[in-house]
């Protein structure tokens, strides 16, 4: 089945860095990927979706800024919280849709990234 | 704005017997779909089930069926045989025809005992 795979799982930084999460499709091309915050025991939050070549499409009240995403190719989605701080501690999830009518309409998700600022 | 209700924070049942989880949803769009999906404590998203809304006919995968009342925009999960590994919250989401974008419920995080 479609397969999507994010890196790093788990991440601590220092306050005031930057992290880059990858998001890649293993087994299709994905033209649109997106990009989900969960915080604790709440759900899935849409924060953006990442379209293959060209700007994301945020949602309201998420900070284009200070959440960068880039979709180069259509098997890799990048998402960068620049200039971190400890209120962006939280669990990022992404997922993409294979085009493939075989795997059904459903989104297939990433193993999600613990992100933790200190 | 299409929203998505699920009224069952939390939920048990016993090791083999029958759960059902409470999905309410609200839109206005004629062409959409609705899933089920797993979040182990692993918080990997895995998705349970599928209803595509003009099918009438309810999805079933395995130990897992639909009740999809399109008219009371209702699309229960019910669970037969429950084991320990279906222990994990449950997110029901929908999707409009035309788009990728899902919207998720809150959640419902099933217990189950031996």
């Known amino acids: 089945g479609a397969v999507v795979s994010q890196h790093p799982s788990r991440v601590i930084c220092k306050s005031g860095t930057s992290v880059k999460i990858e998001c890649r499709s293993l087994?299709?091309?994905?033209?649109?990927m997106f990009w989900y915050r969960q915080f604790p025991k709440q759900s899935l939050m849409l924060m953006a979706t990442?379209?293959?070549?060209?700007?994301?499409?945020?949602e309201q009240g998420v900070e284009k800024d200070k959440f960068l995403i880039n979709h180069a190719s259509l098997t890799l989605s990048t998402l960068t919280v620049t200039s971190a701080h400890p209120e962006d501690s939280s669990f990022y999830i992404c997922?993409?849709?294979?085009?493939?009518?075989?795997?059904?309409?459903?989104?297939?998700f990433g193993q999600g990234t613990r992100l933790t600022v200190v | 704005a299409q929203t998505v209700t699920q009224s069952q924070p939390e939920m048990s049942v016993q090791e083999a017997e029958t759960v059902t989880l409470s999905c309410t949803y609200d839109?206005?769009?004629?062409?959409?779909?609705l899933f089920w999906y797993k979040q182990p404590p692993s918080r990997q998203m895995i998705l349970v089930i599928r209803?595509?809304?003009?099918?009438?006919q309810n999805a079933t995968e395995n130990r897992f069926s639909v009740n999809f009342q399109k008219a009371a925009k209702s699309f229960s999960l019910k669970i037969s045989d429950s084991q320990l590994g279906d222990a994990a919250m449950y997110f029901c989401?929908?999707?409009?025809?035309?788009?990728?974008?899902?919207?998720f419920g809150t959640g419902t995080r099933l217990q189950v005992f031996p």
């Open positions: 997922s993409a849709r294979s085009p493939s009518p075989t795997q059904g309409k459903g989104a297939f």
């Open positions: 087994d299709f091309q994905a033209t649109t």
């Open positions: 990442s379209n293959e070549g060209s700007k994301a499409t945020y």
């Open positions: 839109t206005s769009e004629s062409d959409y779909y």
């Open positions: 209803q595509e809304a003009y099918k009438q």
């Open positions: 989401a929908y999707r409009k025809g035309n788009t990728d974008k899902l919207i």
